[in-house]
């Protein structure tokens, strides 16, 4: 199975900070990788596909970038709404890992 | 609007048996692979077993091969996942899980609310 490396596992920042998340596959992913956002008690919603693609209504301010084993999900101003768990999600295969999340919070 | 209706949770003793539903509306059911996806309490999101929406193949993640079971009824819209020989770390939310596409190596593009199966004695 592929194993996915979520860095950091949690972030600190302020309003307005430009923020980064960090996915490394153990083996090529090509651009198969989606982003989730998961607040306390709630089920995940879809941020990013394919590495980059933005899913219908969410914010421009969040990006994704990179591909094989490397993949990045950018929060270019971060704002009080986006206090949350990120996850990555590889698809590369029908056998899913995701990374292990990482907790963003607001100073 | 998609919605996606999870039903069955609850407690169970180690070893025992669970069935979790899920009523899927608001598209067409048959058409897209269905998911189930798992968190244990405090813990990240864990991938449990796919059936593709084009000839029902299934796939299971290895900590469950051989005791949960998935399966479709395409003519009421739902999402089955049986589940025997329950051990604790089976404890956790249960999200039914629609994937973007028919093929299953895919992602998740509507979740669930998720329900809660806790396994202890």
């Known amino acids: 199975d592929i194993q996915m490396t979520q860095s950091p596992s949690t972030l600190s920042a302020s309003v307005g900070d430009r923020v980064t998340i960090t996915c490394r596959a153990s083996?090529?992913?090509?651009?198969?990788l989606a982003w989730y956002q998961q607040k306390p008690g709630k089920a995940p919603k879809l941020l990013i596909y394919?590495?980059?693609s933005l899913e219908s209504g969410v914010p421009s301010r969040f990006s994704g970038s990179g591909s094989g084993t490397e993949v990045t999900l950018t929060i270019s101003s971060l704002q009080p709404d986006d206090s949350a768990t990120y996850y990555c999600?590889?698809?590369?295969?029908?056998?899913?890992?995701f990374g292990q999340g990482t907790k963003v919070e607001i100073k | 609007e998609v919605q996606l209706l999870e039903s069955g949770g609850g407690l169970v003793q180690p070893g025992g048996s669970l069935r979790l539903s899920c009523a899927a509306s608001?598209?067409?059911?048959?058409?897209?692979?269905m998911s189930w996806v798992r968190q244990a309490p405090g813990k990240g999101l864990e991938w449990v077993s796919t059936?593709?929406?084009?000839?029902?193949?299934?796939y299971y993640a290895d900590s469950v091969k051989g005791r949960f079971t998935l399966s479709r009824d395409n003519s009421k819209n739902t999402l089955y996942l049986q589940m025997n020989s329950l051990r604790a770390e089976d404890t956790a939310v249960y999200y039914c899980?629609?994937?973007?596409?028919?093929?299953?190596?895919?992602?998740?593009?509507?979740w669930g609310q998720g329900t809660l199966v806790t396994v202890s004695s």
């Open positions: 394919k590495a980059s």
């Open positions: 059936i593709s929406g084009s000839d029902g193949s299934t």
């Open positions: 899980a629609k994937l973007k596409w028919p093929i299953v190596a895919t992602f998740v593009d509507y």
């Open positions: 083996q090529s992913i090509s651009t198969w």
């Open positions: 608001g598209f067409t059911f048959s058409s897209y692979a």
């Open positions: 999600q590889q698809y590369n295969s029908y056998s899913w890992t």
